[in-house]
């Protein structure tokens, strides 16, 4: 049995006791692990204190359950705590977490002893798959209490918008310029609890459902303007016993939306829908899209439609899958040969469009296609991010109707990894016709590597680092 070491280290522009109460709250917990993981905290006891046992549930593979208690041994507010696993998957875990003051806030320092078990073959799991694993939980953990502790960087504006959707990738990335632009903001969330994730504490969250429209009327009181930029659970593998399909959710749930904002005295609305919407496309995530938009057109409301290709960033669920399968796989495997062209458009273009499109005349009752500046195969895409990365791994091709034939039976799993659908979903073009964009509202587009290098690249984390068995980490 080896023992491994994770160091990690941030700076944060808070003072000491303020980033030590973020931390010691352990429903914080939840916020600062992948969403994908679905922690569940089972203790009721949550008053941090040394001798304080936390009890979890994760879920790492495919849904399914995994147990994990940790004791609270030391605890020395607001200079450290130190946490011990009593059960859980690993055979030892030991964190010790400081938080030092410094010129101008504060430097979380992370210090993690850990082993695996069943010896030889624990360790070969590590490099393979636990290493990078542990790097890209600390990676996006850095990245939500970054976000969780960021400031407007603007006077407040007046202005409250609602985003539907905010607690997902696209929404998230949108509330967050709109916060950083001085807006009043506010998520609608169909969950209680748990749901803030890496959004500011200044950011509102209401609870609601689009899907149903349960609470949609109350969540929408006093809002100025509404974005529409929802996704449901692991899309795009639909669940249509869980009501999580795209017609239920981006069709239906978007005319619920528009029609409580009309009633509730919303002035504007913006929604992302997707470039390919319309009413005889092929596939029926288009039509439904389509539909939305209907929903948007009729609403009564100034609106602006925003058609994105394939969207990529950080918490993106399409590029990071196959990033992460070049991680724990000794090759990256593609649903088809990677012909198929695309524009991918960074994050942070299509949340700045969003954000434009609130308050410019010019984006009033237009709809506006919006990709990458750069067009090419998907096989390209994943090798320039993977040379980002610096993840050395050979693509592998593989015959799409074979590749649906194995995804069939994976759709009734409680988290599928991939389904019929979700592989026609992977292989379709996706590519954008600007120059209505940019002859009405100019704007640079990010290039591919740029953005790719913002979170992929060395040094990428911005004031942190990571470092597993004194090897600096770049995985995201």
Known sequence: MANHRLAASQFVPRPPTEVFAFFSHPDNLARITPPSMRLELMTTDREMRSGLAIDYRIRPLLGFPVRWRTRITDYDPPRSFRDVQERGPYRRWEHEHRFLEVDGGTRIEDDVTYALPLGPLGDAVHRL?????????FRHRSAVIASAFAEPEAPPTGLTVAVAGGTGFVGG???????????????LTHRSDGARGGLPDAVELRVADARTGEG??????????????LAFKNSPMESPRRHQTFLEVDAGGTEHL??????????????ISGAGAAPDAARHWFRAKWRAEEAVRGSGLTW?????????GPRDVALNRFLGLGRRLPFVPMTNAGHQLLAPVF???????????????????????IGGPETMPMREIIHLALRVAGIRRPILPGPTPLLKLGAWPLQFLPEPPLTPNAV????????VDLSPLLARMPRRLTPLEEGLATYLGPGSAGSS???????????S
């Open 129 to 137: 798959a636990v290493r990078g694993e542990l790097a890209r939980i």
């Open 173 to 187: 990335g949108i509330a967050a310029e709109l916060h950083r632009r001085g807006h009043h903001v506010v998520v």
């Open 216 to 229: 949609l009327s109350a969540a929408l009181r006093g809002v100025d303007a509404l974005v529409i930029a």
């Open 258 to 271: 528009v029609a409580a904002a009309r009633d509730a005295g919303a002035r504007r609305v913006v929604y």
């Open 304 to 312: 602006t439609i925003v058609r994105p290709t394939w969207i990529y």
């Open 347 to 369: 994050i942070d273009d299509v949340s700045r469009l969003a954000a434009d499109a609130l308050v410019e005349k010019a984006a009033a009752s237009e709809v506006f296609e």
């Open 424 to 431: 026609d979903f992977v292989n379709q073009p996706a590519t």
């Open 465 to 475: 680092s990571l470092t597993i068995d004194g090897l600096g980490m770049t995985e």
